[in-house]
């Protein structure tokens, strides 16, 4: 009956913490949320809060992945109608955009990037490159870190 009893809880042991436990554990990802501030929204019809939403509901756990579904996120909720650049606002970079209709701060993980949603302009990112830096999507043309956006 003890041997029994002992086998009966080693198997659950084992089965517990067997083998497969192992690998689902290490490939736990965490996932952080990002904070959306919509500094500034002159569409008239709530753009703000849809992109400020949807973009708060993303949940990443890169940057370049946060930047990428970002922009992807405010050019379709704009209706593919603008242009859409995000900068790591630690980096210098000069910009020059023309009808800016929603410009939001977001932060994630202490790291804070603005997006600016517009018809066309100018932007040069004079610090570091790829996207955990920056991202943009609509009608340009990029040599190196400067872009020139046409309207759509």
């Given at each position: 009956m003890v041997r029994k009893l002992l086998a009966a809880m080693a198997l659950t042991a084992f089965a517990?913490?067997?083998?497969?436990?192992?690998?689902?554990?290490?490939?736990?990802?965490?996932?952080?949320?990002?904070?959306?501030?919509?500094?500034?929204?002159?569409t008239g019809g709530g753009l703000g809060p849809r992109i400020g939403g949807a973009i708060s509901q993303l949940?990443?756990?890169?940057?370049?992945?946060?930047?990428?579904?970002?922009?992807?996120?405010?050019?379709h909720l704009a209706g593919q109608h603008y242009n859409v650049i995000m900068m790591n606002l630690a980096q210098h970079y000069q910009e020059q955009l023309n009808n800016k209709v929603l410009y939001a701060n977001i932060r994630w993980e202490g790291i804070y990037y603005g997006l600016w949603v517009f018809d066309d302009g100018h932007f040069e990112n004079q610090g570091k490159?790829?996207?955990e830096n920056w991202g943009m999507v609509?009608?340009?043309?990029?040599?190196?870190?400067?872009?020139?956006?046409?309207?759509?």
């Open positions: 517990l913490v067997g083998a497969g436990a192992g690998p689902a554990l290490a490939s736990v990802q965490t996932t952080h949320n990002p904070t959306v501030d919509i500094v500034s929204d002159r949940a990443e756990d890169n940057q370049a992945q946060l930047v990428k579904d970002s922009i992807d996120k405010a050019f490159g790829g996207y609509g009608w340009f043309t990029k040599n190196n870190g400067v872009v020139d956006f046409n309207k759509p």
